[in-house]
């Protein structure tokens, strides 16, 4: 009976050649979707869980409140003296590890001198805490002491070519001879961080800029990424409900004005496993995934296959008089319902078995474009686990059964007696169930076409924008100390070039995070109030407005004409509105306090977007603090409207007359800018793509189903053209059935996309409002699709010899 079943099943895809390929080809591309998609979404999932201890380890966060309390910062990251502390006051805490990003770093080895990018300090607990593969060294005592390092293999070929690295030395900003003690894998694709360069943390306590007792005592420099190692199964809700108690028992009161800092500042637990897709806090180590996006296409996933569902549903309850005669025999030789729906189940199942082949084979082939596009690393193998394959080899089972179940039932229940005589004919509910299923499919196609439009208009309105400063033809280098002793000559010479239009230093550049925060006083009466809002602060010299083409609003510029600038400071006008100044004017000269310096407001500068459009534009001021007291991160150089690339080499000649040991090592900020901007671009173009598949496999069913129905109309048609219709006519006439659906859908899927759409946007600070002529103009298209889908065999039939479909009657 089995061998019966599949023999007919085989033989009705070669009778049917059509209907059976585009059902075929239909489940094929909507599964090949699926695995695609699936590759991706196991990937994200994945994030950290290589880890032994991967769900005992939890990151400590950090937030900031205002005086009214609600959050001005969240950290990923906090401040040194915590890490102990916990350890101490916390028994039942196993291991605590600490590391610091150190950002850009100059490393050199004899004459090779590169700037790494993905340096770390860590302590000696890391290995206890992460699952790291460790290639030469031992992990218990390789970062123990100071001025150690441990580099992945990559790097240490980069400097060392074929020799042997260990007990190496190398030296770090020019300034630190480091001796290799360890060399490790690197860390896998799917973690939240990446160091390449492992620098002993007790490094730290041997330097001037931390030192041991700076270590301990140090509270506001919120760097250090703090884990913590717990039993399995603790209750951390617990251990979080102390924290109050312990910011209190530890901080020191004096920073908050005499009150308690659990009134300011806040400790949080985070999952290490959660960190890629469920924190979005305003630092992290790197950019992190979403778990919306998780399940937008998951969602695309699943409206993908249950288009191609569709088709099969469609196709085979528009065949069926086809098969009528066959079913009536079937029956009058003693087949039960049962067995004609198992027949039908069997036939649909055996299809889906050939579709997941054979897009087994299409995601091999197509995911490194994917891949690319989405700029991970995608592999086929994360779909080789038992808890993947197992659902993976059901699939077809799921599949065939949910696309056959009701062509199975609807032909199982043909009555053999009209059916033998000729008397059938599909109509009534299977028509109507047919309409439905059309009316989905287009619905979705209209839904995927608004909210792709909708996605590239946002990408294009962030590209536009005006920004309020110039972003072109500026470069940015990295700041460090060995900058800072030659800067002012570096600065006079570049200068001298007039294909050099400006220069200057800051401790952020556009493009970044705005983190930084001293707390600002405002004079009410005679003495100094603190604010109850945030002022993020950006450290510069004299050339930074001038540079980034700022304009100013009222006042002036820093100036090397006032040395009393080190006490002045320009707000922006999001700053007055804050404070409650009236006006920009009226703004200049007032008595101003940040940190621990007092001044007076010297300018105002025009509003603009120092952050991404996913930001508002907060309240900032430009400080200029002596010399001694700067820590500039960044130098940025405005080229002139010349040949870029002359200037270019001029500017890298003179750097490394400066700099020998610091490697000239550039980029343009508009570039920078694209990438805060890079995560939507991949997902749009991803978007695009299956959509375009969604509404392609749509298309193919309606293409398939107006063939067949046609087929059906084809003596109708003789007789339309015999009594004098024209060929536009009749088109028409087999057309507006079709676009009566694609209405109906449109309406269904326009407050769908708008909903969706309208949660999508709400990411962004800044964006675009969702117009009626975008729901207008995806209606269109989609009628436009479906009409020249159907409008092909519709004008065939209508050019057809009328003799030809008549005289059989």
Not at 349 to 377: E, N
Not at 667 to 673: N, T
Request: one cysteine or more; hydrophobic letters at 45%; aromatic letters at 14%.
């Amino acid at each position: 009976m089995f061998r019966n079943y599949f023999k007919t099943a085989f033989r009705n895809l070669r009778k049917y050649k059509f209907i059976s390929f585009i059902n075929l080809f239909g489940l094929t591309l909507g599964l090949t979707c699926c695995l695609l998609i699936l590759t991706y979404i196991l990937n994200e999932l994945s994030y950290d869980k290589y880890n032994v201890n991967a769900y005992r380890v939890y990151r400590v966060t950090r937030n900031f409140n205002n005086q009214d309390g609600t959050i001005s910062l969240r950290l990923s990251t906090v401040a040194p003296p915590f890490g102990p502390l916990l350890k101490n006051e916390f028994p039942d805490i196993e291991k605590i590890t600490r590391l610091l990003p150190n950002g850009t770093t100059s490393m050199r080895y004899e004459d090779k001198v590169f700037n790494e990018k993905n340096v770390y300090f860590a302590d000696e607990n890391l290995f206890d805490v992460f699952t790291v593969k460790i290639i030469h060294g031992n992990p218990k005592t390789a970062l123990n002491d100071p001025f150690t390092v441990m580099l992945t293999e990559d790097v240490a070929k980069k400097y060392f070519g074929n020799a042997d690295p260990m007990d190496k030395s190398i030296k770090l900003n020019g300034q630190f001879n480091c001796k290799v003690t360890g060399i490790f894998a690197p860390f896998p694709s799917n973690s939240f961080a990446h160091p390449e360069i492992l620098v002993s943390f007790n490094t730290l306590r041997d330097t001037l800029v931390y030192g041991e007792e700076n270590l301990r005592t140090n509270w506001g420099n919120n760097s250090f990424f703090t884990f913590l190692l717990m039993p399995k199964d603790y209750p951390v809700e617990k251990m979080k409900a102390r924290f109050p108690a312990f910011l209190d028992k530890y901080m020191p009161h004096g920073d908050y004005n005499g009150a308690d800092p659990s009134k300011f500042t806040s400790l949080g637990l985070q999952k290490l496993i959660d960190i890629h897709l469920y924190s979005h806090t305003d630092y992290e180590a790197e950019a992190n995934g979403d778990i919306k996006r998780v399940y937008i296409f998951s969602a695309i996933a699943l409206f993908i296959l249950l288009i191609a569902c569709i088709n099969y549903m469609n196709l085979s309850t528009a065949r069926s008089a086809l098969r009528a005669r066959e079913i009536g025999i079937r029956k009058v030789v003693g087949a039960e319902k049962k067995e004609l729906v198992f027949q039908f189940l069997s036939e649909s199942i055996f299809i889906s078995w050939v579709a997941i082949i054979f897009a087994i084979i299409f995601t091999w082939l197509l995911l490194p474009l994917i891949d690319k596009m989405s700029g991970q690393q995608l592999r086929l193998e994360n779909l080789l686990q038992a808890r993947i394959l197992i659902p993976l080899f059901l699939t077809p089972f799921v599949v065939g059964v949910i696309s056959g179940i009701y062509p199975a039932l609807f032909m199982s229940s043909f009555q053999p007696v009209k059916t033998l005589k000729g008397l059938f004919k599909t109509g009534g509910s299977s028509i109507s169930f047919r309409k439905v299923l059309v009316v989905a499919q287009f619905a979705i196609s209209i839904i995927l076409i608004i909210t792709t439009a909708i996605v590239f208009r946002q990408l294009q309105y962030m590209q536009q924008k005006s920004l309020g400063y110039d972003k072109d033809r500026i470069i940015t280098l990295m700041y460090s100390s060995e900058v800072a002793k030659q800067y002012e000559a570096f600065r006079t010479d570049v200068l001298q070039n007039t294909a050099i239009r400006d220069i200057a230093r800051s401790s952020r550049i556009p493009t970044g995070r705005l983190l930084d925060d001293m707390g600002a006083a405002t004079l009410a009466g005679d003495s100094m109030r603190p604010l109850n809002t945030d002022i993020k602060m950006v450290a510069t010299d004299y050339d930074f407005l001038n540079t980034y083409n700022i304009p100013l609003a009222a006042g002036r510029n820093f100036s090397r004409e006032f040395k009393t600038d080190t006490a002045g400071y320009v707000l922006n006008e999001t700053a007055i509105k804050m404070i409650g100044w009236k006006t920009a004017e009226n703004s200049v000269g007032k008595d101003f306090q940040y940190g621990r310096i007092r001044g007076r407001v010297i300018g105002v500068m025009k509003d603009f977007h120092f952050e991404s459009l996913h930001q508002q534009i907060v309240p900032m001021v430009l400080i200029m603090l002596p010399p001694s007291q700067s820590y500039y991160n960044a130098i940025s150089i405005k080229l002139g409207s010349g040949n870029i690339a002359e200037a270019l080499n001029y500017v890298e000649k003179k750097w490394k007359n400066y700099f020998p040991e610091t490697p000239f090592d550039y980029s343009f900020l508009d570039q920078q800018y694209d990438k805060l901007y890079q995560s939507e671009q991949k997902q749009a173009a991803i978007f695009t793509l299956f959509s375009f598949i969604a509404i392609f496999i749509a298309c193919l069913g309606l293409f398939g189903l107006s063939s067949f129905s046609i087929t059906q109309r084809i003596k109708e048609i003789g007789v339309r053209k015999v009594l004098g219709a024209s060929v536009s006519s009749i088109v028409a006439l087999l057309s507006k059935d079709f676009l009566k659906l694609v209405g109906v859908a449109a309406l269904l899927a326009f407050p769908i996309a708008w909903w969706a759409m309208h949660n999508w946007l709400k990411d962004f600070a800044y964006r675009i409002d969702i117009e009626w002529w975008v729901f207008v103009l995806a209606g269109i298209i989609a009628a436009l699709i479906a009409l020249i889908t159907i409008s092909f065999q519709a004008i065939k039939a209508g050019f057809s010899n009328p003799v030809k479909s008549l005289r059989t009657e």
